[in-house]
């Protein structure tokens, strides 16, 4: 069979208008970026090397989003839709989306993958920003670039969403095989995606014996998830009469948040399956043996899930805006920004947002890291830039949070907790939090109808 080119070139102009005309926006292209120069030794043009130009400069300002997770997909958005003029560059490794939150009732069968999964490409080309999918190596500050695996790129605004690292070196020193055996056989599943997939197959195969998680030490990426997963594994041995038993390791000397709920769960629905143990600080971990060792006693496990202490993700650390050990603020180890505008202390055109925002306030130290504050932090740092594009000094804005975690699957019931925050008299931020700590089948749908919203913001 023959092919007509010409026919289906003038299909593809027809659909590539008919997008246009549908857009919320032109695309960035439509602004002014040059074309690629030639690839450098014989390569195919669309084959970058860390060494050539991604995109060349264009006519207007341009913002790099490095990370594509809830706090730079949302941004990438917002900015084409207050600052149409900007150039948005959306840089992410992944080519999917796949949401952490709503991923403990993914690993227990409660919604599917294609509910936590979202693509990028659909919505760039809407809103006319451009995602390209490539490793971030370095961050040039001194240069304003970027360097991906693809090539460099320069920018005026830097925005910074990068996420979480494990901090495997408070357990393991620089012993890399030891860091490298435990994510591989105990992952964590708090960042996406690969480790969850790993943790659902260990789930399903599990036919019985001891489950252990360790939790980290705050600050930590959404401190109710680990107490929403145990709840959750523990109604599907409940569920599927699977003779286990879960301990878990709390590094804090009490649940928190919501944690009266957490515990009447704990209690009421799981007395044979959950053990609870506070003040259990990791001391030391063999993932080969299967054996922890924690100042609240020693443990041996079947299976377990090993989270090492969280701190900002490696990005941050590349663009130098977390403060050497000993020099930041309490908790180190997180981006250290202006608390009410998100930049970097000396630098106005480099902010962070999401997980990775390091001390915030003397009353209570971190933002929860969650993805409501990122989506939130995302479209404050978005309007910030669009202010000062149009010549105003913009006024700060603060984010809200809200979290509801599933307690039981069969039948489905919830608790929640609500964060809200205000500057004092003092210029310092101040959070009010209030626990919703009866379980309910309405928080359940509360919790779906949120999660619905939040994707819309991202991805509709
Ligand atoms: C089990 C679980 C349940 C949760 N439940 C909730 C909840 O109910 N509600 C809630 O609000 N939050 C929840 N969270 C927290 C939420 O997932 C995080 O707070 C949120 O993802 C933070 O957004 P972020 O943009 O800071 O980081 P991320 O979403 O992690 O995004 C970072 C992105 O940067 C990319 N990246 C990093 N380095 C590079 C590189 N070198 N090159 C290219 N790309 C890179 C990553 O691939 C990633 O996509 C939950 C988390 C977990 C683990």
């Known amino acids: 069979m023959t092919h007509d080119h010409s026919a289906s070139r003038r299909r593809f102009l027809a659909s590539a208008g008919a997008l246009a005309a549908g857009a919320a926006a032109p695309p960035a292209l439509a602004q002014g970026s040059a074309p ?17 130009t991604l ?68 919505v760039s080309e809407k809103y006319g920003y451009r995602f390209i999918q490539t490793e971030i190596l370095e961050i040039e500050r001194d240069r304003k670039q970027v360097v991906t695996a693809a090539g460099g790129l320069h920018y005026d605004y830097l925005i910074l969403s990068p996420g979480i690292r494990y901090n495997y070196e408070a ?25 969850h997939f790993h943790l659902k197959r260990a ?78 600080r990791v001391e030391e971990i063999d993932p080969f043996k299967k054996h922890i060792r924690t100042e609240a006693g020693d443990f041996d496990f079947d299976h377990a ?84 594009e149009a010549g105003r000094e913009p006024t700060y804005q603060l984010p809200d949070n809200l979290c509801f975690m599933m307690v039981d699957s069969n039948p489905q019931v919830g608790i929640s907790v609500q964060f809200d925050y205000k500057v004092n008299g003092k210029g310092v931020i101040e959070q009010t939090q209030i626990d919703y700590n009866e379980r309910k089948p309405e928080t359940v749908g509360e919790d779906f109808n949120w999660a619905r919203l939040i994707y819309e913001d991202m991805f509709a």
Request: with cysteine; aromatic share 10%.
């Open 36 to 52: 690629n120069p030639p690839a450098a030794g014989g390569l195919p043009y669309l084959i970058g090397r860390s060494t050539d």
């Open 55 to 122: 995109i060349p400069r264009g006519k207007v300002p341009r913002v790099v989003i490095c990370g594509g997770g809830w706090g730079g997909v949302t941004a990438a958005k917002y900015l084409r839709r207050l600052a149409p003029h900007l150039e948005v560059v959306l840089l992410e490794r992944n080519p999917v989306f796949f949401s952490c939150p709503m991923s403990n009732k993914w690993l227990v069968d409660v919604v599917d993958t294609q509910f936590l999964t979202h693509d990028y490409l659909g």
């Open 171 to 195: 357990w393991f020193a620089n012993d890399r095989r030891m860091a490298e055996a435990t994510r591989a056989r105990f992952p964590a599943a708090y960042i996406p995606s690969a480790e």
């Open 203 to 280: 789930l399903q195969d599990f036919r019985g014996g001891h489950l252990v998680m360790t939790l980290p030490p705050p600050p930590q990426r959404c401190p109710p998830s680990p107490y929403e997963r145990a709840c959750l594994i523990a109604s599907m041995f409940r569920n599927k009469k699977i003779p286990g038993r879960i301990t878990i390791l709390d590094h804090k000397d009490g649940v928190r948040p919501i944690g009266p709920g957490f515990r009447a769960a704990f209690e009421e629905l799981y007395k044979d399956i959950i053990t609870y143990v506070p003040n259990a």
């Open 305 to 388: 899930i090993l989270m090492a202490p969280h701190q900002a993700g490696d990005l941050a650390w590349k663009a130098g805006v977390v403060p050497p050990p000993g020099q930041g603020k309490p908790g180190g180890g997180w981006a250290d920004v202006d608390p009410l505008f998100l930049h970097d202390r000396k630098d106005k055109d480099v902010f962070v947002i999401g997980d990775a925002v390091g001390f915030v306030s003397e009353q209570f130290a971190f933002y929860p890291k969650a993805g409501h504050v990122a989506n939130r932090h995302a479209r404050i740092v978005a309007r910030y830039i669009a202010e000062r």
